[in-house]
């Protein structure tokens, strides 16, 4: 198997509800994101965010799922990406992988990381991936 990579731009639009908890320490809350993805990676994901938000600036962390459907350098399919982030006093840590066996069609065997960075507005992904389709399945009798 070899690594590809497909490197890119997406827009994101945020759909934010209220926080469901704000006790002392921290304020907890849940958001929705529609990214549409361009470059090798071409199509659309739906995200649901988890956050938790310290009383100190600059500290946060933040769980989220993403299904993606689209299209991946001319392979068509879905696959869900599990995001992990921290950050602490405005240092950011964050691991976006594909979650185990969650490739569809032709995206069946899909794994692989994906960084974003944001930089004057715009976002871009850098998404390291492989892709081992799996063994056909036998069937008896035939």
């Not at 549409?36 to 946060?60: C, D, I």
């Not at 350098?73 to 594909?98: C, E, I, P, R």
């Amino acid at each position: 198997m070899t690594t590809q990579v497909a490197k890119g731009t997406f827009e994101i639009e945020r759909h934010a509800e209220p926080p469901y908890d704000t006790a002392p320490g921290a304020t907890l809350g849940q958001t929705r994101f529609e990214k549409r993805f361009k470059g090798p990676l071409k199509g659309t994901s739906s995200v649901h965010m988890l956050s938790a938000v310290s009383t100190t600036p600059g500290s946060a962390g933040y769980v989220a799922l993403e299904r993606v459907s689209g299209v991946l350098d001319g392979l068509a399919g879905s696959f869900v990406l599990q995001h992990s982030g921290t950050m602490a006093a405005g240092k950011q840590a964050l691991s976006v992988t594909v979650v185990p066996d969650t490739g569809t069609g032709e995206l069946r065997g899909l794994a692989g990381n994906m960084t974003i960075e944001i930089a004057d507005g715009n976002h871009y992904y850098n998404f390291e991936y492989v892709l081992d389709p799996p063994a056909a399945v036998a069937t008896e009798g035939g």
